[in-house]
């Protein structure tokens, strides 16, 4: 009789957990908060430790065969240990956790907290939302919050994309990755190493953090705060990050760039510095933007442009400065050749096809600069209205009632051609109104002047040597003895006026064709009525230094 009431006992606690794949009956707990409902199992066994430890042995023929539940929260595994009073749970082989079927974990091991609903994860465990899969050996996973964490190393693959750190947070609501210590992001396009990563598996955005190194096709990029749209290759960065690739490097406070586009902004005391210290060019700027596959640069808000030369670099600034292949405007533009042959470079049979194809890169350039043009070198300044230089044939012209000043000679017309020979002033053309002044001497105020249609003049060592007026030039001289006194001024009229220079000073004077002139004692003639037609000394537009063409 005792005997089969303990049978009896025994099945109807069998009946009540309905172990044989029942399909829910929940198990008593005293412990606060939702209880963990026992789904299905193939074998059963319960064991009373004591008052508070009550120890359900759940077990199955296959893998995953018992199925435990908690709210909208599956469990299954091959076997598990249940305590029903403190409503936990440990859980051993191919242990699997389907949040709400909206986030799916993997093990080998898992101790769960059904109050707290608090998972512990150990041995090959995997989390996946549909969009990434982490892996690591120890996992904590929070079921409410949807909060992952592991701290002894993980790995993230999303498609194409694979991050690796040692400690790593996930947030299911937002699908946000926080990685932490030797942060390691690898896709077919980019790398990057940090120690602070943020990466969302939904837009395929990583975030910085921290000082930051990512590797970028042929780019090099230093940051500590931006993102970069992995998907849409789309960044954003901030505090002064720098870019740097094999023949440039680029500063600024904020970029802006798109590398499906080739587009690129750069914002705030922005640098571009070329690494080519013999032929390249720097440019600086409060905003700069880039075409990369147009290899086009458009500087506004202050530009400065340095064109390389060894120490006397050749600074222009302007409103805006533009510089893009000439190539490419070529193709839109006729360029008139102003030189005999339009390259003035003599390209070696004996070196390399490489270095060919970067002489040619190098010099297929051009720069075009609008309003408010200054041109500052040690041996010439210029100031205009707008500029166009080609690195091809080494030629800045300038226009619209354009200045250079050379030494002690200031010449001015309303088009001016300035030919440079390894970087320094060679030639100088200047058409219409031509008209070229300087100071008799330092210490008065009586101007040599020349006027012409055209003037022309020609430097040997970035010093002036020559000046040609033609066309219904005229002159203005004044006569100096050996101990520097005047000794009378002439001012003439002829076909052609040419002048040889010495010192920078005038030397010899030659006039040809239908020369008219008077000679007039310093005391006997009105200097002012001499001075000749738009006659206009302008100093004080001169640039005098490298920052005096910064200013407005």
Same mark, same amino acid.
């Given at each position: 009789?005792i005997r089969?009431?303990?049978w009896?006992?025994a099945l109807l606690?069998? @009946?009540?957990?309905?172990?044989?794949y029942?399909?829910?009956?929940?198990?008593?707990?005293v412990?606060?908060?939702?209880?963990?409902?026992?789904?299905?199992?193939?074998?059963y066994?319960a064991?009373?430790v004591d008052?508070?430890?009550n120890l359900?042995s759940?077990?199955g023929?296959k893998?995953?065969?018992?199925?435990?539940?908690q709210?909208n929260?599956?469990i299954?595994?091959d076997?598990?240990?249940?305590n029903?009073?403190?409503?936990?749970l440990e859980?051993?082989?191919?242990?699997?956790i389907n949040? /709400?079927?909206s986030?799916?974990?993997?093990?080998?091991?898992?101790k769960?907290l059904g109050k707290?609903?608090?998972?512990?994860?150990?041995?090959k465990?995997?989390?996946?939302?549909?969009?990434?899969?982490?892996?690591?050996?120890d996992?904590?996973?929070d079921?409410?919050?949807?909060?992952?964490v592991?701290?002894?190393?993980g790995?993230?693959v999303? &498609?194409?994309?694979?991050?690796?750190?040692k400690?790593?947070?996930y947030?299911?609501?937002?699908?946000?990755?926080?990685?932490k210590?030797?942060?390691?992001?690898v896709d077919?396009?980019? !790398?990057?190493?940090?120690?602070?990563l943020?990466?969302?598996t939904?837009?395929?955005?990583?975030?910085?953090?921290?000082?930051?190194?990512i590797y970028?096709?042929s780019?090099?990029?230093h940051t500590r705060?931006?993102?970069?749209?992995?998907?849409?290759?789309?960044?954003?960065?901030?505090q002064?990050?720098?870019?740097?690739?094999?023949?440039?490097?680029? %500063?600024a406070?904020?970029?802006v760039?798109?590398d499906s586009?080739?587009?690129?902004?750069?914002?705030?005391?922005?640098?571009?510095?070329?690494k080519?210290?013999?032929?390249g060019?720097?440019?600086?700027?409060?905003n700069? &933007?880039?075409? &990369?596959? !147009?290899?086009?640069?458009? /500087?506004?808000?202050?530009? @400065?442009?340095l064109? !390389?030369?060894?120490k006397?670099?050749?600074?222009?600034? /302007?409103?805006t400065?533009?510089?893009? *292949?000439?190539s490419?405007l070529l193709k839109?533009?006729?360029?008139?050749?102003?030189?005999?042959t339009m390259? &003035?470079?003599?390209? !070696?049979? %004996?070196?390399s096809?490489?270095?060919?194809a970067?002489?040619d890169?190098?010099?297929d350039?051009f720069?075009?600069?609008?309003?408010?043009?200054k041109?500052?070198?040690?041996?010439?300044?210029?100031?205009?209205?707008?500029?166009?230089y080609s690195?091809q044939?080494s030629?800045?012209?300038l226009?619209?009632e354009p200045?250079?000043?050379?030494?002690?000679?200031?010449?001015?017309?309303?088009?001016?051609?300035?030919?440079l020979?390894?970087?320094k002033?060679?030639? @100088?053309?200047?058409?219409?109104?031509?008209?070229?002044?300087?100071?008799a001497?330092?210490s008065?105020?009586f101007?040599?002047?020349?006027?012409?249609?055209i003037?022309?003049?020609e430097?040997?060592?970035?010093?002036?040597?020559?000046m040609?007026?033609?066309g219904?030039?005229?002159n203005?001289?004044?006569g100096?003895?050996e101990?520097?006194?005047?000794t009378?001024?002439n001012?003439s009229?002829?076909e052609?006026?040419?002048?040889?220079f010495e010192d920078?000073k005038?030397k010899?004077?030659?006039w040809?064709n239908?020369?008219t002139?008077?000679?007039?004692?310093?005391?006997?003639?009105?200097h002012?009525?001499?001075?000749?037609?738009?006659?206009?000394?302008?100093?004080?537009?001169?640039p005098?230094? *490298?920052?005096?063409?910064?200013?407005?």
């Open positions: 009789m089969s009431l303990k009896l006992t606690l069998l @009946l009540t957990v309905n172990c044989s029942a399909q829910r009956n929940p198990v008593d707990t412990v606060p908060g939702k209880q963990i409902n026992i789904i299905r199992a193939l074998r066994s064991v009373k008052s508070v430890t359900i759940l077990a023929d893998s995953g065969d018992v199925v435990l539940k709210e929260t599956w299954f595994a076997s598990i240990v249940l029903s009073l403190q409503n936990m859980a051993f082989g191919n242990v699997h949040d /709400a079927d986030v799916h974990t993997y093990a080998q091991y898992l769960y707290e609903k608090k998972a512990y994860l150990k041995t465990v995997k989390l996946t939302d549909g969009k990434g899969v982490l892996t690591t050996d996992l904590d996973y079921v409410t919050l949807k909060i992952g592991y701290r002894n190393g790995k993230l999303d &498609k194409k994309t694979t991050l690796t750190s400690e790593g947070y947030y299911g609501e937002t699908k946000d990755v926080i990685f210590q030797n942060v390691h992001l077919p396009d980019t !790398k990057v190493n940090t120690d602070t943020q990466y969302n939904n837009t395929k955005i990583a975030t910085f953090t921290c000082p930051s190194i970028n096709e780019r090099v990029i705060d931006g993102f970069f749209d992995m998907k849409n290759k789309r960044g954003t960065l901030h002064r990050s720098l870019i740097e690739d094999s023949s440039y490097t680029f %500063t406070d904020d970029m760039f798109d586009t080739g587009l690129s902004e750069f914002i705030g005391n922005a640098v571009y510095r070329s080519d210290t013999a032929e060019y720097d440019l600086v700027a409060n700069i &933007k880039t075409n &990369k596959k !147009k290899s086009a640069m458009l /500087a506004t808000q202050k530009p @400065l442009l064109i !390389k030369q060894g006397d670099s050749i600074f222009v600034s /302007a409103d400065l533009y510089t893009a *292949k000439l490419d839109t533009r006729t360029i008139p050749n102003i030189r005999d390259s &003035k470079r003599v390209i !070696k049979d %004996t070196i096809d490489k270095e060919k970067k002489e890169s190098t010099h350039k720069i075009e600069a609008f309003y408010h043009v041109i500052y070198s040690d041996s010439l300044q210029a100031v205009g209205d707008s500029l166009f690195m044939d030629v800045f012209r226009f619209k200045i250079a000043w050379a030494q002690d000679n200031q010449i001015s017309g309303d088009t001016i051609y300035l030919y020979q390894n970087k002033p060679e030639r @100088l053309l200047v058409f219409e109104n031509a008209m070229a002044l300087s100071k001497d330092s008065s105020n101007y040599n002047q020349m006027k012409g249609t003037i022309r003049a430097f040997v060592d970035g010093q002036i040597n020559f040609q007026a033609k219904n030039a005229e203005v001289y004044y100096l003895d101990a520097k006194h005047f009378g001024v001012k009229e002829a052609i006026i040419e002048i040889n920078n005038p010899k004077i030659v040809r239908n020369l002139g008077n000679a007039y004692p310093m005391r006997q003639v009105n002012e009525e001499l001075k000749l037609k738009n006659f206009k000394w302008q100093d004080e537009r001169r005098k230094s *490298k920052y005096d063409i910064l200013a407005n």
